[in-house]
Nanobody, 122 residues
Framework: EVQLVESGGGLVQAGGSLRLSCAAS????????IGWFRQAPGKEREGVSC????????YYADSVKGRFTISVDNAKNTVYLQMNSLKPEDTALYYC???WGWGLSDDEYNYWGQGTQVTVSS
């Protein structure tokens, strides 16, 4: 059974940092791309960043470039999202997803986690 379990969300003040984790199981980790997405209340889900565990290729949305860093621990089948200089507009439910494709479109991903809430106070 494919499982993606996010953790690490919480409440933080603007300017602070959080590190999200996405623990994957039930599939061959190296065969997939792993993406982070977020959805704020009343807004559409948007792609934040993605990584290819097999070669470490990464991609970021412009809104987080320079502030967020995606990384992978292949030994643990876990992808991380280090979020620095957080802003109130980063407040959202953050999901990780696994897929055969590449990029920040929902269509590229087949499996989704349940999400972890990030709230940034001003």
């Amino acid at each position: 059974e494919v499982q993606l379990v996010e953790s690490g969300g919480g409440l933080v003040q603007a300017g602070g940092s959080l590190r999200l984790s996405c623990a994957a199981s039930g599939f061959t980790f190296d065969d997939y791309s792993i993406g982070w997405f977020r959805q704020a209340p009343g807004k559409e889900r948007e792609g934040v960043s993605c990584i290819t565990p097999s070669d470490g290729s990464t991609y970021y949305a412009d809104s987080v470039k320079g502030r967020f860093t995606i990384s992978v621990d292949n030994a643990k089948n876990t992808v991380y999202l280090q979020m620095n200089s957080l802003k109130p507009e980063d407040t959202a439910l953050y999901y990780c997803a696994a897929g055969w494709g590449w990029g920040l479109s929902d269509d590229e991903y087949n499996y989704w986690g349940q999400g972890t809430q990030v709230t940034v106070s001003s």
